[in-house]
């Protein structure tokens, strides 16, 4: 069983930046790919970044430029730093391992 523990979420103004962190822990066997995905009002849950075994990332449109997904093999940890942040970028935001190990989710909040 996979653990997966999501960190660094919070309440920030509007242009402020947040850094998420999401640690795997378990009977982890391989990391192919971790990345986040986020669910915000009246929305469904979506693909913020991903970020492949061999660095290969992957963007939402509202994500390039802003925010950058980074990992550490030796903690089994994959990073999410938001910048430039904007009220509409406030949900959850959910950790994703592999297929099916997801992370109980964090709040980011983003004031006006």
């Known amino acids: 069983q996979v653990q997966l523990a999501e960190s660094g979420g919070g309440l920030v103004q509007a242009g402020g930046s947040l850094r998420l962190s999401c640690a795997a822990s378990g009977s982890i066997f391989s990391i192919n790919v971790m990345g986040w995905y986020r669910q915000v009002l009246g929305k469904q849950r979506e693909l913020v970044a991903i970020?492949?075994?061999?660095?290969?990332?992957n963007y939402a449109d509202f994500a390039k430029g802003r925010f950058i997904i980074t990992k550490d093999n030796a903690k089994n940890t994959v990073y999410l730093q938001m910048n430039s942040l904007k009220p509409e970028d406030t949900g959850v935001y959910y950790c994703?391992?592999?297929?099916?190990?997801w992370g109980q989710g964090i709040q980011v909040t983003v004031s006006p």
């Open positions: 970020i492949t075994s061999g660095g290969t990332t």
């Open positions: 994703k391992m592999n297929v099916g190990n």
